[in-house]
């Protein structure tokens, strides 16, 4: 049973533009949810990361937003360039020792010039 | 700082031979370790984790078994490898107590023909 549901599956935007990608979460012990960005190639890397005490974070152009009650959570990307074209992975665990996360499928990204 | 180590990059192995990738964790100790595998366009499926030397989970039943013979070094073998077992996979490692945030190695991309 997929606890993490990550849409869109691809997004096509200008430069400049915003993309959003959101995710939806079931278990409600989660509570640690990090994003991250893979090239093609390439590992993911962790991007930017939130907790349920804060219903924003940003960190430069990336912005997580958070919805406790909706049990969603999305990445927008401001002033998208070119070279954040990537594939972005949402995730959840509870943010315990050993606990393992949980992806969302994917969202590939193209950032058009 | 932590570095992952995984390899190698690519390899194209024939149906029925043996299959060993090595994964090297270096700047912490007792580190969490896990084996993704990642198939085309697709998320990221969870096939081994281990919290400590000898300790093995398995998430998916399968082709493949994985050693943690070392406190830093996880390992993923197959004995005869199947058409089925080609995709990208990936090591990473996360801390043993604290924030759960897993950090990739670069991946190996295993194509058996």
């Known amino acids: 049973q997929q606890q993490v549901k990550q849409s869109p599956q691809s997004l096509i935007v200008q430069k400049g533009g915003i993309p959003i990608i959101n995710c939806a979460y079931e278990n409600t012990a989660f509570d640690y949810f990090p994003w991250y960005q893979q090239f093609p190639g390439k590992g993911p890397a962790l991007l930017i990361a939130i907790r349920p005490d804060v219903s924003e974070k940003k960190e430069g152009r990336f912005t997580i937003s958070f919805n406790k009650s909706a049990k969603q959570f999305s990445l927008h990307i401001m002033d998208s360039q070119p070279g954040d074209s990537a594939t972005y992975f949402c995730a959840a665990s509870k943010g315990t020792s050993g606990s393992r996360l949980t992806f969302g499928e994917g969202t590939q990204l193209t950032v058009n010039p | 700082s932590q570095t992952i180590h995984q390899w190698p990059a690519t390899l194209v192995q024939p149906v029925g031979s043996p299959l060993s990738l090595e994964c090297t964790v270096e700047g912490t100790s007792n580190p969490n370790l896990y084996w993704y595998r990642q198939a085309a366009g697709r998320g990221l499926q969870l096939l081994f984790y281990?919290?400590?030397?000898?300790?093995i989970s398995s998430e998916v039943p399968q082709n493949l078994s994985a050693s943690r013979p070392q406190d830093r070094q996880f390992i993923l073998s197959s004995k005869k490898l199947l058409l089925s077992d080609s995709g990208f996979y990936l090591c990473?490692?996360?801390?043993?107590?604290?924030?759960?945030?897993?950090?990739f190695g670069q991946g190996t991309r295993l194509t058996v023909v």
């Open positions: 990473a490692w996360s801390v043993l107590s604290g924030a759960a945030e897993a950090f």
């Open positions: 281990s919290v400590g030397i000898g300790q």
